[in-house]
């Protein structure tokens, strides 16, 4: 674990789930597994707090526990999980894949669970056709039977499963987000008795006590799912991340045909294949013929020719990443240094091994120009230089000097580089909002102010008034400060793209 890694996992954590969340998490990372009374100590927090703090962190994942290491009857201990911790980052891009795949109501049952850790089926059920209900016209409302089959396509294509069961203080409390799951009713959906629709929420002036009172009255309903939790499968929406990327390259090194023959290849073995697995499970032509869409219209004898090809060029899992590895890192060369400089690169990734007058040969590039270049790429980690002595003194007149590239320590380090630039971006994120805090929660009052009215039916005239309490400069203000936190939001998506093309090549390569 870096520092780099600590540094984003803090802010993430910060802006989550507060401070003293922040505080605890970020201890548990630096120091390693550690019980109760080690962390009260070393945090200066109070024991309530601390509890509260690794109740969060077990909630959502982000922490896991252990017997002690001294064998039986000593103190649990707690360990943070980094990976976890920085899947929060991808969170946007998880729902977006959700409400794509499976609608409004997939896309909601995956924030819901998101957001609250882990949640039993009928409770997401409630709430997701409640919050559906809300958002619909005054006499419709959302029936809890199409939520449940949402949630159970969800947990038969494998984007759901279990929590594992914990079976005390030897086991862990939280699985591990790149751990597969290892008891058989992973992804078995228990029957619920859940029958009605969903209901909008009235808020009275008692309306907290009504709710409170509600909440504890739905706690001691029954619906045959007690103590069965469920949680996002990350490495299920990785797969498909990864899957949607291998499609778009064969598209871009192909065609669009061959690349739809790759997505029903994928498709077939998606919730077979594990996300770990170098090649997806072996399938015949037949196969995949029945199984293409009626609107393709590829005909059989054309399907054979395409898998003729495919198989000359095969889509190996692994050798995918690499390659779409390779084309990042030769893509950030590019834009950072120049394509003279990326010529160069591509040059040395082929090659493996050049001298300086062979790179100015090859890469048709003045002397001059092609020394400042590698000696430019080489100060930056991205270009190695390999000694071969022809004797054993190491006298530099009798020693071959030899550039090269190596990929996988290049991919590590650029990916340390993503992860300063997510966290410089959340920084300054979160400094834009702090600087103007005054004026945000001022249009925050006014547009609840602008909402009750509204709802309420009151006249233009009483709203313009409301509107005119925000000046013409504080709206200037307020639309130059959207503006950036929106390309800082726009930037720390993009970059993650990045983070999670890198990741899946250097996690690929630990595994083949």
Known sequence: MTAQEIRLCGLL??????EMVEKVGTHLLRSGAQNLRTIVQETNLSVDLVKKCLCVLVQHGACCFTSGRKGPGSPTEYQACCDRILRVLRYPRYIYTAKTLY?????????????????????????????????????HSMDYSEVSSSFSKLVETHFLQRCPPVGGAGTSGSTAPAAAPSFPECYSVPHVSLIGRGKRQLVPENGEDQRNAKRAKMDTETHGDEGIYWQVNFERFHQHFRDQAIISAVANKLDQTSSEIVRTILRMSEVTTSATAACTKPLSANEIFRSLPASYNIPRHILDQYLTLLVDDPVHLHRALANLARNTVESIVQERFGSRSARIFRLLLRKRHLEQKQVEDFA????????????TLLSHNLVQLQEIPKTPDFAPSRTFYLYTVNQLPTA????????KTVANLIERRLFETKENKRLLEKSQRIEAILASLQASGAEPEQLSEVEEM??????????VLKLHVNKLDSAENQVDETVFILESYVSSTSTS
């Open 412 to 419: 590590r380090m650029l990916l340390q580089n993503c992860y």
């Open 470 to 479: 925000i000046s013409a400069p504080e709206k200037q203000q307020l639309d």
């Open 13 to 18: 954590l910060q802006e989550h789930f507060g």
């Open 103 to 139: 609608g409004d109501t997939g896309e909601l049952i995956i924030e819901e669970l998101l957001q609250r850790g882990h949640m039993t089926m009928s409770s997401t059920v409630k709430t997701v056709a409640d919050r559906l209900t809300q958002n619909m016209e005054e006499g």
């Open 364 to 375: 048709m590039i003045p002397a001059k120009e092609a020394k400042d270049m590698l000696y």
